[in-house]
């Protein structure tokens, strides 16, 4: 079948050669339109069910609302883990399924199953709800409004057009899953009663909260046909302000009307916040962007970018929209770039040290149009699979140029040689061009196919690798594989039928002898070999004691699963003592700004402490996620690193931990932990397990290298609790609700 492939592909050498002319076209176009990431999507198929209780306790919120979803959503179709959080008025649910399931479908399943779940919730509970669906890595951007420093702008005003106006043009945007505001002041209308005159008026909160309820709704009363028309009724009942609210009637006593003004005072003012952002140390609405899984990073922030800057024009004087705080962009045009040059660099050397050796120009285009068809076809493979241009998938060509243009020089390198034999005949012994292309293409076509054979099996591993290292590592391994049989398919038919059309014309006058550079390596190595040749015994001793010691040394290596990037960007994690309130941490966050603030490296900050509605990256009020934006001056990474611990020490009662984004969300996919390396304990007492879990932290506070050590256990936090006495109430002719 080999020798029909050569002996075609010479015989038909244009059709070929427009064919990988055709390839390389349609290659290099869907290059430029595959998405592109920094890695891999490595978030399994989850979906995320969040349920907003206000006020409940953290453990009411466990055994009314987490149990019983998490409970239901056990041995459902692909369900693979399920993980749960319960926090202040909050319950997420993390449902993850295995990795073939698709999204979509894994939402059917869930939505289905949450209809048992609901059915089963006690009467007044919240409803769970999906959120949109996301990845750990999709979090792409952080933006900020604010007060320009110029006009004071009321808080309550920045969250309006962040929620109103800037939210849900940013939705709009195709690509996004979802926005997160956190930080302002969310306006509300506020009814607050009078405890003497609800007694005067013998009402009770219920109906007063049941009366501002029917206030404000509208409603039809069908239609009134008059004069041969129809008009719809229409009764409007929405409220407009604060004066429409106070007309609301409440009740009637004897005759009169009783308004909510009345017996309450009304004003517009503040919610409850449970969330805090802030920019450069200065209060902030901080908007977290999330973008959908499969679309483009680079393109989704262009148009992100585009519409922000319209936004910008329209916000009112005195607000202005910050966009350079963290972009994940940025990191990846910085790592793509850096996989490309290396990837270029590495075929500028490869091509070079083909023209030294071969010293023939046309040989060294036959062998170079082997890199750019093989890696055109690995694209066209990866576009097919739905996988992305990223670190994994690129670094996996650029492994593989030294090897793509290994069958191509083979061939070529043999064709030359019997067409200087064959030139060096006399000329009537001389055989036909095509036959001496074909007869030096066949007499290699064993050793190259073999030799590509057992490089692609020994990636073949890879493949094999299931969870998070095989949807890292695989794409790595297609890249490479595919990349290397391409070459191999070029070397049997587009290397001959270019030797076919381009070395004809030149070899006998110039080329009838090879290179200085291969004349000059064989007058050195020859010697060489001549002294190894009796010396067999000692050299393959020698290099077998080199490998051993090579494999004993793997022993003493350090491991991890990835490399540390340098992402130009820092995620600090900053939790205060469990029970803090909002105002201080807050307030201790705003030091830890200003700290960092006084660096040089340092160039934008974006906190955000505590959590916004159904944020699913959900946190306590008393912990902060803090971006910060970095521009390396003189300093190391390492030594900015450590000045900021130094730093951010001073601040008392607070752990903090310095890490990347990206490394951040790679951790938590790893061990659900905002750290590296993390040690779970377990134990029915809860008592114990603290005990156990304070000595492994200071066995492994001894370990040279570790930083930001620090043990999360269950947090206590501070409850004032009410307990009814049910005999009293009783006795007094009241119940539980009336004592609520």
């Known amino acids: 079948m080999l020798d029909r492939i050569i002996r075609t592909s010479l015989n038909q050498r244009f059709v070929v050669l427009l064919a990988a002319a055709i390839m390389l076209l349609w290659g290099g ?4 339109r595959m998405q592109v990431d920094v890695l891999p999507d490595l978030t399994a198929p989850t979906v995320t069910l969040g349920t907003e209780a206000h006020g409940m306790a953290p453990q009411e919120v466990e055994r009314l609302i987490t149990q019983p979803v998490e409970s239901s959503m056990l041995g459902a179709a692909g369900v693979r883990r399920v993980r749960s959080t319960s926090h202040v008025g909050l319950s997420l649910v993390h449902v993850e399924f295995d990795w073939d399931v698709p999204i979509l479908q894994a939402r059917q399943v869930v939505s289905e199953r949450l209809q048992t779940a609901v059915a089963s919730l006690p009467p007044g509970t919240p409803t769970p709800v999906m959120l949109p669906i996301s990845s750990i890595m999709g979090e792409i951007m952080f933006v900020a409004l604010e007060s320009d420093g110029v006009t004071s702008v009321d808080p309550m005003e920045l969250r309006a057009q962040a929620d109103w106006e800037v939210r849900r043009r940013l939705l709009a945007v195709p690509g996004v899953s979802q926005v997160i505001p956190i930080g302002g002041e969310v306006r509300q209308y506020q009814v607050l009663l009078k405890a003497d005159r609800l007694l005067a008026t013998r009402l009770t909160a219920e109906e007063v909260a049941e009366a501002v309820k029917k206030s404000g709704e509208s409603s039809s009363a069908g239609f009134l046909v008059h004069g041969g028309q129809e008009h719809l009724i229409h009764g409007i009942g929405r409220l407009q302000s604060a004066a429409d609210l106070e007309q609301a009637l409440v009740a009637r006593r004897d005759g009169q009307p009783i308004r909510l003004r009345d017996i309450a005072e009304i004003k517009v003012g503040p919610a409850l916040k449970r969330g805090e952002g802030s920019h450069n140390g200065k209060p902030a609405v901080i908007l977290a962007i999330q973008k959908q899984p499969g679309a483009n990073t680079l393109e989704l922030t262009k148009r992100l970018d585009k519409v922000m800057d319209e936004i910008q024009t329209a916000l009112p ?3 202005k929209l910050e966009k350079n705080i963290f972009r994940q962009a940025n990191f990846i045009q910085v790592a793509i770039r850096n996989v ?3 990837l270029r660099d590495g075929t500028i050397l490869v091509l070079l040290i083909v023209g030294l050796f071969l010293a023939h120009r046309r040989a060294t285009i ?6 750019p068809l093989s890696l055109v076809a690995a694209i066209l493979v990866l576009w097919a699979f739905g ?5 994994m998938t690129l670094g996996g060509m650029a ?7 290994d069958d191509a020089i083979v061939d070529v390198e043999n064709v030359l040689r019997r067409l200087r034999e064959n030139a060096a005949k006399p000329h009537e012994h001389r055989r036909p061009f095509l036959q001496v292309v074909y007869k030096a293409s066949m007499e290699i076509r064993s050793s190259i196919v073999y030799a590509t054979a057992i490089i692609i099996v020994v990636f073949a591993p890879i493949f094999f690798l299931t969870g998070v290292e095989g949807r890292l590592l695989q794409p790595l391994g297609i890249a490479f594989t595919v990349a290397l049989g391409a070459s191999l398919l070029v070397a049997l038919t587009v290397t001959p039928a270019m030797c076919a059309w381009l070395l004809p014309h030149d070899l006998e006058a110039k080329h009838s002898h090879e290179g200085k550079v291969v004349t000059w390596v064989k007058a050195h190595y020859t010697p060489i070999l001549d002294w190894a040749m009796p010396r067999w015994r000692t050299l393959i001793a020698l290099g077998a004691a080199g490998l051993v010691i090579a494999t004993a040394s793997l022993f003493f290596a350090g491991r991890s699963f990835m490399p540390e990037f340098n992402e130009g960007s820092l995620n600090v994690t900053f939790v205060c003592l469990p029970g803090t309130p909002l105002e201080v941490s807050d307030r201790l966050g705003r030091q830890a700004e200003e700290i960092m603030l006084k660096h040089p490296e340092v160039v934008a900050i974006a906190r955000r402490t505590g959590r916004a509605e159904l944020d699913e990256h959900g946190q306590d009020v008393f912990g902060a996620e803090i971006e910060v934006g970095l521009k390396m001056k003189d300093r190391s990474k390492e030594e900015l690193l450590a000045a900021l611990r130094k730093s951010l020490s001073a601040i008392p009662g607070v752990y903090i931990s310095l890490g990347q984004p990206i490394s951040h969300r790679v951790d938590h996919i790893l ?18 397990l603290r005990r156990l ?3 492994i932290k200071q066995e492994m506070a001894q370990v040279e290298g570790v930083v930001d050590l620090a043990m999360e256990s269950e947090a206590d936090l501070p409850q004032l609790a009410v307990k009814p006495d049910r005999a009293a109430l009783a006795a007094a002719g009241l119940t539980t609700q009336d004592f609520a």
Do not use: C, H, M, Y
Request: hydrophobic share 50%; aromatic share 4%.
């Open 29 to 32: 176009w869907t290059a430029t």
């Open 317 to 319: 004087q005195g607000v």
């Open 340 to 342: 490309v040059d290396a």
């Open 366 to 371: 036959i062998t170079a149009v082997a890199v």
């Open 387 to 391: 996988a992305t241009l990223n670190t």
């Open 399 to 405: 492994l593989a140029i030294g090897d793509l243009v």
């Open 671 to 688: 061990s659900g932990s905002r750290a590296a390396i993390a040690v779970k304990v377990f134990g029915p007492d809860r008592l114990e």
């Open 693 to 695: 879990s304070q000595e």
